[in-house]
């Protein structure tokens, strides 16, 4: 629990009250420590996982604890974009942040679902290039003012809101195959034991019938 991987997993569950703060101590200097450890977080994401593997560090805490802090950290900034008295985000990007909040709830809600009737649902390539635009889109929009690459990070944030949608979807699906492949196996269970019971009924009628029949004849 207490390797570097997932030290560098939990720093970025940590940072995030302090990032938060920058929407009541609303001054320039603290803003710009929100960004900043926002961006260091953001990098810790891909050394824990690269960490983990170059010294054989892999554990099911950090398999765990890497997905939820990643969605613990793009939400907080995505209220802290929202929350600030100068929002950081015009109007119509409210469409992406929207879908990436409603998506992370929506796989959070999958994964409980799956994980209870012990189906995996492991992290898609597409899903970390996802986690790599939003962290790099949000980056920019907190350094918004700061320098000219802020305005960009609102288009990055569009390519993360659609690459959001479609892992959304993508883990949906797989719910629903799962879901589709326990009703045919319930159907098919109906459907023998009824024919069982059908031949049960047969055989135990057929039975009754030989027995008043021989008594008859006795």
């Known amino acids: 629990m207490y390797s570097l991987p997932n030290l560098l997993t939990i720093s970025r569950i940590v940072v995030i009250p302090v990032i938060f703060?920058?929407?009541?101590?609303?001054?320039?200097?603290?803003?710009?420590?929100?960004?900043?450890?926002?961006?260091?977080?953001?990098?810790?994401?891909?050394f824990d996982g690269y960490l983990a593997r170059?010294?054989?560090?892999?554990?099911?805490?950090?398999?765990?604890?890497?997905?939820?802090?990643?969605?613990?950290?793009?939400?907080?900034?995505?209220?802290?974009l929202l929350a600030k008295p100068d929002m950081l985000v015009t109007r119509l990007s409210l469409i992406p942040i929207i879908v990436i909040l409603c998506r992370e709830l929506l796989?959070?809600?999958?994964?409980?679902?799956?994980?209870?009737?012990?189906?995996g649902m492991p992290v898609t390539r597409l899903a970390k290039w996802?986690?790599?635009?939003?962290?790099?889109?949000?980056?920019?929009?907190?350094?918004?003012?700061?320098?000219?690459?802020?305005?960009?990070?609102?288009?990055l944030l569009w390519i993360a809101g659609v690459l959001t949608f479609i892992t959304g979807y993508q883990y949906f699906q797989k719910s629903l195959d799962y879901i589709r492949k326990e009703d045919k196996k319930n159907?098919?269970?109906?459907?023998?034991?009824?024919?069982?019971?059908?031949k049960t009924s047969s055989v135990k009628k057929k039975s009754v019938k030989t027995k008043v029949a021989s008594k008859i004849k006795k």
Do not use: H
């Open 107 to 119: 796989v959070s809600g999958l994964r409980e679902f799956l994980r209870e009737v012990n189906v």
């Open 21 to 46: 703060l920058s929407v009541y101590i609303n001054t320039v200097w603290w803003s710009l420590l929100a960004a900043v450890l926002f961006i260091i977080a953001s990098i810790t994401d891909y």
């Open 54 to 80: 170059a010294r054989g560090e892999v554990s099911a805490f950090g398999r765990l604890l890497d997905p939820i802090a990643d969605k613990l950290l793009v939400t907080s900034a995505l209220v802290v």
């Open 187 to 198: 159907k098919t269970k109906k459907t023998v034991t009824k024919t069982v019971a059908k």
């Open 130 to 155: 996802k986690t790599g635009f939003q962290m790099t889109a949000l980056s920019m929009m907190l350094l918004k003012g700061f320098w000219f690459w802020g305005g960009i990070g609102e288009m």
